[in-house]
């Protein structure tokens, strides 16, 4: 019989032999956060984006399942069609208050969220110009666009002024806040300068930063020491530090009134739950109101930065709760992230194309919910692990 479907089974071995086929793991119920079961056994988790320990909170499940209990479980509609409820209308005014913007427009996912920005704001005839190692969302959403599309070397905001001297109507330079897979800054008061010589405006897709970055959990802005005006597009998620699910971007009345008309993400698709809406309110309340949140992941940070130095492992310059662990191929970060997981610590292995070849790496991601505990007992099965050390 011939093959319904040639070439799908031998791209799939293909990948399978070079160490870059992606499995799933099932977690079960009865773990909550910084903890999962698997296959019955409860393990800990070090690659969840839970960096403020709210995911479990049990004050956002009170009010998610009250929630429910008086909007039901779905929007039935999109936005503007008739499924944008008060509990959406309210959650995208704190977010403005969050933000300090004049408005906020929630959308079902960062990656729709940037699909949705750049599908509205640029297309023939314009130039987006973004960082080598932006999020996937950010370069898809580019490619999508229609613009013409330049990349230029990670954090360097020269080689970005550069690509931004280009003739084109409009001009979008395009970061990540916080890199997902490096766990460094952008560095935003470069970039800001550049976007400014240049007639071009800065969006900045703060995905990993809000929640954590500044002293008040405001972002990698805040961290910079920049005001709003200095990115007039602000990308935030709230699946990440706020432990819900969605995301939003905030701007001006006129951004957001440009994206509510324009943006295709945005206008066909169901609008979220309003429960999900009612918890990421709540999240975000206590984000703001909890600093040691904050505070308590910034010592976890510190506390795992030195072990892990001292053993002598490649991490990066990150000071954020995304510290990568380098060790080359795919094969060495898998079978280092078998072996953690075999003796209780779930860190995920990362390979390209996620990151670029020779840089797989295990990516260790910390979260309020941990205790000092969990991170030496993480150092000491690092310890234990065959990985590859830095020359002495
Ligand atoms: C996670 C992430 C997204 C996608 O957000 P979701 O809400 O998970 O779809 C977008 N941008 C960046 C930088 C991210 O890290």
Redo the contacts with the bound molecule.
């Keep these: 019989m011939p093959d319904p479907e040639p070439g799908l089974a031998a791209a799939l071995d293909d990948l399978e032999a070079r160490q870059l086929r992606r499995h799933r793991r099932i977690a079960e119920a009865g773990a909550s956060l910084p903890w999962a079961r698997i296959d019955g056994r409860d393990i800990r988790v070090f690659c969840s984006n839970d960096y403020l320990g709210l995911a479990h909170d049990p004050r956002l499940a009170e009010v998610m399942a009250r929630a429910v209990r008086d909007w039901g479980a779905g929007a039935g509609a999109a936005h503007l069609v008739s499924g944008h409820t008060a509990e959406h209308h309210a959650l995208e005014e704190a977010l403005a208050r969050f933000t300090g913007r004049q408005r906020a427009l929630l959308f079902s996912?960062?990656?729709m969220a940037?699909l949705g920005v750049l599908s509205a704001l640029a297309g023939r005839g314009d130039l987006v110009v973004e960082d080598r190692l932006n999020?996937a969302?950010?370069i898809d959403a580019a490619r999508l666009c229609g613009a013409r599309v330049r990349r230029y070397r990670h954090a360097d905001a020269d080689a970005a002024a550069e690509r931004l001297d280009a003739p084109a109507r409009r001009r979008l330079l395009v970061t990540?806040g916080l890199f997902?897979m490096d766990g460094d800054v952008a560095p935003l008061a470069a970039l800001h300068a550049a976007a400014h010589a240049n007639g071009a405006w800065l969006v900045v897709?703060d995905?990993?930063g809000l929640g954590v970055l500044g002293d008040s959990g405001r972002g990698s802005l805040e961290a910079a020491g920049l005001d709003t005006t200095a990115a007039p597009v602000l990308v935030g998620?709230l699946?990440?530090a706020f432990g819900v699910f969605g995301?939003f971007v905030a701007g001006s009345d006129d951004l957001i009134e440009t994206l509510i008309n324009r943006a295709r993400s945005y206008i066909y698709t169901t609008a979220p739950p309003p429960a999900v809406a009612a918890a990421a309110r709540a999240a975000l309340a206590i984000a703001s109101e909890e600093g040691w949140r904050r505070q308590r992941l910034c010592a976890l940070v510190s506390r795992f930065r030195s072990g892990a130095l001292a053993l002598g492992l490649r991490l990066l310059p990150s000071a954020s709760p995304i510290q990568p662990i380098l060790v080359g191929t795919p094969k060495a970060a898998l079978e280092a992230s078998e072996t953690l997981f075999r003796k209780g610590f779930w860190v995920a292995a990362i390979r390209p194309p996620t990151v670029p070849a020779g840089t797989a790496r295990l990516r260790v991601t910390l979260s309020a919910a941990h205790v000092d505990q969990d991170v030496d007992d993480l150092l000491e099965a690092l310890a234990a692990a065959d990985i590859a050390r830095a020359a002495a």
Excluded: F, R, V, W
């Design positions: 996912t960062g990656y940037n999020h969302s950010l990540d997902s897709d995905a990993h998620t699946g990440k995301a």
